[in-house]
């Protein structure tokens, strides 16, 4: 696992069978190797089908023949940087010197592929009656942070801060939805489990057609 040093506000982990998720600790989110963090992460929904009984559908790297998992981390103080096969992600407020601050830090993670007809898809159109992505805190963090959906593509082994989303790093509103879909503040260590009406609604929206480009994690609400 690749050292990129502890950050002070927020950790996740996210990534396949050992990839880690992407958890709220302490300004960086953990991956187990893989080259990135979703291992850890595990996305379960309640699926009520076009037609048919209820049935969870869970998704996480490398299990059951799922493959679709993305993520990244965005660091305004290494711009050219990619950082999508690192085993951790930070996320953090620009708030160290010199000015202005840097240390900004933005998570992405994706779980593409998971609507469709294929056997371990869910179909369009079913009804999301919960939502549930599990994360791990690599320590504990006071940062408030927030969970967004994206609205533009990314590309896990080519986004940077600098080559993405005009050069300044997730933009609410623009690259991404206005209002979080989920928002905490800090993260004890161990698991995190995000989730709620909000949260499920934003899933439904996929299965109802809007575009899935995964999450934006930034700190703030």
Not at 16 to 40: D, E, H, K, M, N
Request: glycine content about 14%.
């Amino acid at each position: 696992m690749r050292d990129v040093g502890y950050l002070r506000d927020l950790v996740l982990l996210a990534r396949r069978s050992c990839r880690p998720r992407s958890f709220p600790g302490q300004g960086r989110i953990v991956r187990t190797g893989l080259g990135a963090a979703a291992l850890a992460c595990l996305l379960a929904l309640l699926v009520s089908p076009v037609n048919g009984a209820s049935v969870i559908s869970t998704f996480q790297e490398g299990s059951n023949g799922y493959s679709g998992t993305r993520d990244a981390e965005l660091a305004d103080g290494a711009p050219d940087e990619n950082r999508g096969q690192w085993d951790r992600v930070a996320v953090d407020y620009a708030d160290k010197p010199p000015p202005p601050p840097v240390g900004r830090n933005d998570g992405l993670l994706w779980f593409s592929g998971i609507f469709g007809y294929g056997g371990n898809q869910i179909r369009p159109g079913a009804q999301i009656l919960q939502a549930t992505l599990t994360l791990e805190s690599l320590g504990p963090g006071t940062v408030h942070w927030a969970v967004h959906r994206m609205l533009m593509t990314w590309d896990e082994d080519q986004v940077t801060w600098a080559n993405s989303f005009g050069g300044d790093g997730v933009t609410r509103g623009t690259d991404c939805l206005a209002d979080s879909d989920y928002d905490q503040a800090g993260a004890p260590v161990g698991t995190v489990v995000i989730g709620g009406v909000a949260f499920t609604a934003g899933v439904q929206a996929w299965a109802n057609g809007e575009s899935n480009y995964g999450w934006a994690f930034l700190a703030g609400r």
